[in-house]
């Protein structure tokens, strides 16, 4: 038979029956259109990247910019090199681009952790940096315009009065002129303010200078003039070359492609198990074209003739509803927070495919699904003629495993725990978790690939039985289903099995991740660290109100000052001197428990007038050690020289370098706080708060906070973790609908004998429905269970891992967003059994 003929034989058996031709197809079809909507979401957020970054004003042609890239000390912009610049001849005016921190009043009034940024422009057209994407840009001492991401978190509107604090830390009410496209971050609030507006605010810095050029004035000279005059250290660029930086997206959202191209790698798992599933229901055709003297490659070239129309016919599919599958998955990160964190709140992506979207859809589902049908195809090609006559109408039951995938299946499941064993006691190297992913692909090769046909069904049973005590024979047939056709029940497992281990090893990570943070939080620190958001010296009155609260046990005053640079050019470094009253830090750190001998592993032993405590980093800095004399440069009233007494304690003192016990060295900076046995934490930092009013800046950092912000944090990284790798979720669950379509066409005759018996149509549909269920439950259960004991593998050979109870949520919900996910692709094949009617399902077999 020639090639040609089969192929039109194959193209022939897809008109014949499209419906069971085209369901390879599905999988792909869903990968493909997660593959295009994370093109799309790409484009998307690289347009709305650029859209709402900054942008050099078009009258400006040259920018001075200090030079990171350049060796040697930094150079920072000043008034006197604007001075320089200004004076060059054919510049015609020179705008300083400045950026101020600030205080935004949102969390119920008082200052947050992390200050605000605020971009200063003129107040003048032509010069503004930042488009608007409602209302207009700020004008006056008296307005701002607010990032997108935290106008739509707070529910923020122009015309809306933002509270602010000013340099000395009052409260300042200022109207919302506009929304700005830039996106922000969830943690940090982006405004864009007038210079007048930003005086008020703090200190505005320079980040460049803008350099308008007089009208004919040669660019090229004037730069190189402005270059001469601005000295070493500043790089002097044209504008259009810096507005050439501003629009690269730095790759934004890629971070979805790797998710897509794994969902697709899912997609052909599952459109390889359903290629093989309707080959086999094929068995009597090809037998038939076997004794007519067909040989093996032409039926092969036409399968995958047939294979590559149904996955370029998918792709297209695929791409089409890439835009759909887009915008879904933009409002899942609104909801889960992932969008804030990229940036991208409320993306609005294209709905209409372009052309290279849909030829990249077919050209990729048609590669890749030939790629699935390969061995499919050649293994059904490879049964003898009369066999395959013999086995026409279905696959044996029960069809024994060979011995030599048996064999296989033991020797990758001895070499798993093996290597996993190995990696265990590599501890947390390299070396041990590189072992532990070959121990882990090594598993799912064994017990799910080559044992597959065994463990599968025996999942399955198991569950069949327990549920069939509650919901009777038809859950119990459901899992003699999965015994009658195991190497597809494998199949269709397989897939699943990979994703749900590769969630729930992330999510238990992340758990343990979260419980060492906790074990962390639990060594010696202070219970609460009163400081000011903005650095601003506490007064007598605020640190009166820290301290004289009746759940205090201890406390210590700390006067912060930065002391003067040890080194050099980039390696230059200024400690971080606090001074304390020595009584208060004897009572702080007996309180804390830390008030051991001074040594280089403590800390902690009462300090005279010439001596101090040396964090390591300042100990390695200064090149000192226990007992011997450092100098500290800069301080006020002058260099000092004392004696290093000890190490602080780890964690206690904040960002302090240096501890002296010298009360008078600056104004009071911070108070650190141990509260007495059985103190309420909360109610302490609300009665301080309360007793703060007029101080919104002043911070209440309690130890009850800080874990719930690590675990808030933690909860927005396991949340992008399961939407992304949903996606090969949702692929893997096809598969399912796909096996149940097949396996319903292949027992129209045993379902309508069943109606012929009594049953009804519910109890067909529901005897479906539940096959769906254990199917996947057997790749949630087998996946999670794999996924569970190899996060705690790797975690505890790291000593991380300590499992809380709340990582059981986010795995169950998963779970039974997978389960319902099943029963919705199962509707279809269930209501077309529900349809059967008995005589004509008998007088079809």
């Keep these: 038979m020639k090639p040609v003929t089969a192929v039109r034989i194959a193209f022939a058996e897809l008109r014949a029956r499209p419906g069971r031709a085209v369901l390879p197809g599905v999988a792909l079809l869903v990968g493909v259109a997660c593959l295009v909507a994370s093109l799309v979401l790409n ?16 009258p400006v042609a040259l920018v001075v910019a200090p030079d990171r890239k350049a060796g040697g000390e930094p150079v920072e912009l000043d008034a006197a090199t604007r001075e320089r610049v200004a004076a060059v001849a054919g510049v015609a005016r020179v705008v300083s681009v400045d950026r101020v921190r600030a205080d935004v009043l949102l969390s119920a009034g008082r200052a947050g952790t992390e200050r605000a940024q605020v971009d200063v422009e003129p107040d003048e057209a032509g010069l503004r940096r930042y488009a608007m994407a409602d209302g207009r840009p700020p004008s006056g001492a008296g307005e701002v315009a607010v990032d997108r991401v935290t106008a739509y978190q707070h529910g923020l509107r122009p015309g809306d009065v933002l509270p602010m604090a000013d340099a000395a830390g009052a409260r300042v009410d200022v109207r919302i002129s506009g929304i700005t496209l830039r996106g922000g971050s969830p943690e940090r609030v982006e ?11 703090g200190q505005p810095q320079p ?34 070359a810096v507005r050439r930086e501003q629009g690269d997206d730095g790759g934004l959202g890629a971070a979805l492609l790797p998710f897509s191209v794994l969902a697709l790698a899912t997609a052909v798992f599952v459109a390889s198990a359903t290629f093989r599933a309707v080959y086999l229901q094929r068995q009597q055709r090809t037998a038939l074209l076997r004794c007519l003297g067909a040989n093996r490659k032409p039926l092969v070239i036409g399968n995958l003739a047939e294979a590559l129309l149904v996955g370029a016919l998918a792709g297209l599919a695929g791409a089409a ?24 709140v409320q993306l609005r992506p294209a709905l209409l495919p372009t052309p290279g979207h849909l030829l990249l859809g077919a050209v990729v589902a048609g590669g890749l699904s030939v790629l699935a049908a390969i061995r499919p195809s050649l293994a059904a090609t490879r049964v003898a003629p009369l066999v395959a006559l013999r086995d026409a109408d279905s696959q044996s039951a029960g069809q024994a495993l060979p011995r030599g995938r048996r064999v296989a299946g033991v020797v990758l499941v001895a070499a798993a725990g093996l290597t996993a064993a190995t990696g265990i006691t590599a ?36 569950f069949g039985a327990v549920a069939g005590r509650v919901g009777g024979t038809q859950w119990r047939l459901a899992g003699v289903e999965l015994r009658r056709m195991p190497h597809r029940a494998a199949a269709v497992a397989m897939p699943l099995v990979l994703a749900s281990a590769l969630i729930t090893f992330g999510v238990t990570t992340m758990d343990a991740l979260g419980a060492s943070a906790r074990l962390d939080g639990s060594r010696p620190q202070a219970d609460a660290v009163v400081t000011d958001s903005g650095e601003r010296p506490l007064s007598d009155a605020a640190v009166r109100t820290v301290v004289d609260q009746p759940e205090v046990g201890a406390a210590a005053v700390l006067h912060a000052v930065t002391g003067g640079p040890v080194g050099t050019g980039r390696s230059a470094w200024a400690p971080v001197v606090a001074g304390t009253d020595p009584a208060g830090l004897r009572e702080l750190l007996a309180a ?19 001596e101090a405590l ?68 909360a109610d302490y930092a609300a009665r301080v708060r309360l ?9 209440v950092d309690t130890v009850a906070e800080r874990g719930a912000e690590i675990e808030r944090q933690l909860d927005v990284l396991t949340a992008v973790m399961m939407v992304l790798l949903g996606l090969s979720v949702a692929v893997a669950v096809t598969g399912i609908g796909t096996a149940l379509a097949i396996s319903v066409r292949e027992r129209r005759k045993e379902l309508a004998l069943r109606r012929a018996l009594g049953v009804t149509r519910a109890g067909l549909l529901g005897g479906v429905l539940a096959e769906a269920v254990l199917l996947a439950l057997v790749g949630v259960v087998g996946g999670g269970a794999l996924g569970f004991g190899y996060a705690a593998a790797l975690t505890g050979s790291a000593g991380l891992f300590a499992m809380s109870p709340g990582v059981l949520t986010p795995l169950l919900c998963g779970g039974l967003v997978v389960v319902v996910l099943a029963v919705l692709t199962a509707l279809g094949p269930a209501r077309a059994a529900g349809r059967i009617r008995p005589a004509a399902g008998l007088a079809s077999g």
Excluded at 45 to 56: H, I, L
Excluded at 193 to 200: D, G, N, S, V
Excluded at 322 to 344: E, H, I, P, W
Excluded at 691 to 699: H, K, M, R, S, Y
């Design 321 to 344: 509803l890439g835009g759909v599958a887009a915008l879904l998955l933009a409002r899942v990160f609104d909801v889960t927070g992932v969008s804030a964190m990229l940036s991208a």
């Design 614 to 681: 040396l964090s390591e980093w300042a100990l390695n800095r200064l090149d000192g050690q226990v007992g011997a004399r450092v100098v500290l440069p800069g301080l006020p009233g002058g260099d000092r020289t004392v004696t290093v007494a000890g190490v602080l304690p780890d964690g206690v003192f904040g960002d302090a370098d240096v501890l002296l016990a010298d009360p008078g060295l600056a104004p009071a900076s911070s108070v650190l706080v141990s509260w007495r046995a059985g103190a309420n934490g």
């Design 427 to 462: 501890g947390g190297s390299m070396a041990g978790v590189w072992l532990l992913l070959l121990s882990a692909i090594s598993a799912v090769g064994g017990l799910f690939g080559a044992l597959g046909p065994v463990v599968v069904p025996a999942i399955g049973r198991l």
């Design 207 to 240: 980040r460049a200078l803008d350099v308008l050029l007089a009208e004919g004035a040669p660019e090229d000279a004037v730069r190189a003039a402005v270059a001469t005059a601005a000295g070493s250290g500043l790089r002097v660029s044209t504008a259009e």
């Design 191 to 201: 405004l864009v303010a007038t210079p007048a507006l930003a005086a008020r605010l």
């Design 691 to 699: 007793g703060l009013a007029d101080a919104p800046t002043v911070l």
């Design 592 to 610: 804390l428990g830390t008030d051991a001998e001074p040594g280089p592993a403590s800390g902690a032993a009462p300090l005279g007038a010439q």
């Design 43 to 58: 484009t998307a957020m690289a347009q709305a990247s650029q859209e709402g970054g900054e942008r050099t004003p078009d």
